[in-house]
């Protein structure tokens, strides 16, 4: 059964760091894509990093430079520092894994396993 468990977030002002953390099972971690994606209200989800099964990294243009996405293979957890966090980065954050997505179809794709969400909420 995949199981994709996360934690950290919370709440931080403009200027700071948070690391996010999503500890996986049940699947063969290192042959999936992964991907980190965040909700606002009434907003559709969108793709902010993702690690494609390729070893390749993506970035959503308005945090490049400033998140980074990681995953540790031998824990089986995937990452996603967060450093200059702004107010408009305030949102849920999820993670993501499926073994369909590639280079060419991330993050269109949909991805079919899904953390539980944790909020992060960037004050000015």
């Known amino acids: 059964q995949v199981r994709l468990v996360q934690s950290g977030g919370g709440s931080v002002q403009a200027g700071g760091s948070l690391r996010l953390s999503c500890a996986a099972s049940?699947?063969?971690?290192?042959?999936?894509?992964l991907a980190w994606f965040r909700q606002t209200p009434g907003n559709q989800r969108e793709a902010v990093a993702g690690?494609?099964?390729?070893?390749?990294?993506r970035y959503e243009d308005s945090v490049k430079g400033r998140f980074t996405i990681s995953k540790d293979n031998t824990k089986n957890t995937l990452y996603l520092q967060m450093n200059s966090l702004k107010p408009e980065d305030t949102a849920m954050y999820y993670c993501?894994?499926?073994?369909?997505?590639?280079?060419?179809?991330?993050?269109?794709?949909?991805?079919?396993?899904w953390g539980q969400g944790t909020q992060v909420t960037v004050s000015s």
């Open positions: 690690i494609i099964s390729d070893g390749t990294t």
């Open positions: 993501a894994a499926d073994p369909l997505i590639t280079s060419r179809n991330y993050p269109l794709r949909p991805f079919g396993y």
């Open positions: 049940g699947f063969p971690f290192s042959t999936y894509s």
